[in-house]
């Protein structure tokens, strides 16, 4: 880390809090620009679903780290981080304050810890275990993992199945101790893989880490959770008034699997069980709306449990949000003239 350098402000918080509309309304008062960290942004052709800021918010300010890849592609912490530096460090240069912005926890954490991704690389044998005990027993799949790891709804979507074999991957392969590899797999039903597993943790011992951490002042944008679940459930009205259903035909008929990776987003997943007439139209919006509240709940506990020397600011009532926008301008500024 750079002492000579300025922190880096995040502003992240649940999804539906007003991320984005703060970002907009500071854009008007500091010269910035705004660094997405939100691993669903970066698909292209998954605009609504994802919340992207509209074009006409894009003319107003730069949004970085949108669209960098094809629906059907894949993508991982380790490219975001990849991705962020060298933009954060361009803003920084062109005299302008790059303001990181976004819900995905986990992309911030490993900005701000410089995650070591060469510790955990991936393990071929192991994913595709994982796919096949994926396919034929998933939910038990996931007791098994909240057995293993209590908590770990908190940290990651257990919906999400490149989300869940990466952490699998991470906590065999850079984690848990060699005493604790063995149960942990048959714990999981995947003891025909240890060698693979202890495999790569030799091939894995003493990489250099990967990620200078970035001095991160971080902000969390608190919502009272009544206004909130009332936000997230007009949102889903929006969203899906503004074509969300035609957004996910389009892909399918563009090419993309039901099983790349963006379609495991929610609103994505929900969508896909309408279009295969699994649930109505009316339960359509209701199970979105469910499930992004259950979303926001796990991304407060994150935020908890990760982010506790972040300043927590209120931003519920126009009261509040107008105090907010008065005190980022303060903070803001200071940091562009550091």
Request: net charge negative; with cysteine.
């Amino acid at each position: 880390m750079d002492a000579g350098k300025p922190s880096v402000p995040a502003i992240t918080g649940p999804t539906g809090c007003g991320k984005t509309g703060l970002v907009l309304a500071l854009a008007e008062k500091i010269p910035l620009e705004a660094v997405c960290c939100d691993s669903r942004k970066v698909y292209r052709g998954a605009d609504i679903g994802a919340a992207k800021p509209t074009a006409e918010q894009q003319e107003r300010v730069a949004f970085h780290l949108l669209d960098l890849v094809e629906p059907q592609a894949g993508f991982s912490v380790q490219q975001y981080v990849a991705a962020a530096q060298p933009v954060i460090a361009g803003i920084r240069a062109g005299g302008r304050l790059p303001v990181i912005e976004g819900g995905t926890g986990l992309y911030l954490e490993a900005l701000m810890g410089g995650y070591d991704f060469g510790s955990a690389p991936p393990v071929p044998e192991l994913r595709d275990a994982f796919a096949a005990l994926w396919e034929s027993d998933r939910e038990s799949l996931a007791a098994r993992l909240q057995e293993m790891f209590p908590g770990v709804e908190s940290e990651i979507d257990l919906r999400n199945p490149p989300r869940v074999v990466r952490f699998i991957e991470r906590k065999l392969v850079a984690e848990l101790p060699d005493s604790e590899v063995g149960r942990s797999l048959a714990v999981l039903g995947l003891t025909a893989k240890e060698d693979a597993v202890m495999g790569a943790r030799r091939a894995a011992a003493g990489r250099a880490r990967a990620a200078e951490p970035l001095d991160l002042r971080g902000y969390i944008l608190t919502v009272e959770r009544e206004a909130l679940g009332k936000r997230i459930a007009q949102r889903t009205g929006e969203m899906l008034a503004a074509g969300l259903v035609e957004e996910v035909e389009a892909l399918l008929k563009a090419g993309v699997p039901r099983k790349a990776q963006v379609f495991a987003g929610i609103g994505y997943s929900e969508v896909l069980l309408f279009l295969e007439g699994r649930v109505s139209r009316e339960e359509l919006a209701e199970l979105i709306t469910v499930h992004t509240r259950q979303f926001a709940r796990r991304q407060d506990t994150w935020n908890r449990n990760r982010f506790g020397d972040f300043r927590q600011v209120p931003y519920t009532t126009p009261e509040e949000r107008a105090a907010a926008l008065e005190y980022f301008v303060s903070e803001f500024s200071a940091l562009l003239g550091a």
